[in-house]
């Protein structure tokens, strides 16, 4: 079975800080990890993906998320923090048995203060 | 592309009444997923289709609940009959397999109120 944990409701950051939004998963075999951005009223935007190679991976916006293998975990990290980031982040995993399905985290909200 | 389509953006119904909401993958695709969220839940993942086949349906609530795929550029949801406790964002996503990008491309939801 397929899970994903977002141990964090909301995160609140001052503009310019960094920023890192927590996510742990439970996969069998090898995970395909990905970070999803939703916007008030819109469907959820792909961030980026973890499919293979090296650990830390950038995305779209300034984001980047490491893979953390032996910590079954895919944090989410931006060096700089904007007001437009305040946003409901979405980790999600897919693949092991049933490698079609994709299921997400609870979701975070991040808040980004002038 | 144009991306992912769903329709009605909106619906507003009377419990009881018969709920249809469509989708409209984008072109290429194998995959067809649809969500319900709610602050409650969450993001549900509902079923999800395979080359127009449905393969694991384990989160429609019940028997109120159906879904179709007749081809590969249209899905529907179909809620009969509907109840205030449905009252949700339904949201269509598609996806090219995990051999591909495997990242999933969403719609804009249907946002469905039962009274």
Known sequence: AQSVAQPEDQVNVAEGNPLTVKCTYSVSGNPYLFWYVQYPNRGLQFLLKYITGDNLVKGSYGFEAEFNKSQTSFHLKKPSALVSDSALYFCAVRGGTNAGKSTFGDGTTLTVKP | ?115
């Open chain 2, 1 to 115: 592309d144009a991306g992912v389509i769903q329709s009605p953006r909106h619906e507003v119904t009377e419990m009881g009444q018969e709920v249809t909401l469509r989708c409209k993958p984008i072109s290429g695709h194998d995959y067809l997923f649809w969500y319900r969220q709610t602050m409650m839940r969450g993001l549900e993942l509902l079923i999800y289709f395979n080359n127009n086949v449905p393969i694991d349906d384990s989160g429609m609530p019940e028997d109120r609940f159906s879904a179709k795929m007749p081809n590969a550029s249209f899905s529907t949801l179909k809620i009969q009959p509907s109840e205030p406790r449905d009252s949700a964002v339904y949201f269509c996503a598609s996806s090219r397999g995990l051999g591909h990008t495997g990242e999933l491309f969403f719609g804009e939801g249907s946002r469905l109120t039962v009274l």
